[in-house]
């Protein structure tokens, strides 16, 4: 069975309220799972100690059951010390998508056009 450690949704519309729960990954977001660990409000202010607040034991007794947490699990796990910092990488991040990039193409061949014509 594949563990994970993620966010589940609660709250009305545009009142976020999240509990970070161990759950098998193949049930939905807000479906069945099997403990929860903590809980998450992003509403709250970014120095607020009840913005993120978890069961650090528990969570490290999934994490030896073979667990793997999310990535914004993750990044509450690091800054809380329980885990290493990872090294991430977005490589695509800055390259253009496909309309932009044939829009680009289409204004060079433009503008080499009339360079050509004289």
Do not use: C
């Not at 161990?22 to 100690?49: C, H, I, Q, V, W």
Request: net charge positive.
């Amino acid at each position: 069975m594949s563990m994970k450690i993620r966010l589940a949704r609660g709250g009305s519309k545009k009142r976020p309220h999240y509990a970070i729960v161990a759950s098998d990954s193949r049930m939905p977001r807000d479906g069945r799972f099997l403990e929860k660990l903590g809980t998450y409000n992003p509403l709250l202010a970014k120095d607020s100690e009840d913005r993120v607040k978890m069961d650090i034991e528990r969570i490290q007794y999934w994490l030896g059951q073979g667990a793997q947490p999310t990535d914004r699990v993750a990044r509450f796990l690091e800054a809380a010390g329980v885990k290493e910092k990872a090294e991430r990488k977005n490589m695509k991040k800055a390259v253009p998508g496909k309309k932009a990039t044939k829009r680009a193409e289409e204004r060079a061949a433009k503008a080499a056009a009339p360079a050509e014509a004289e």
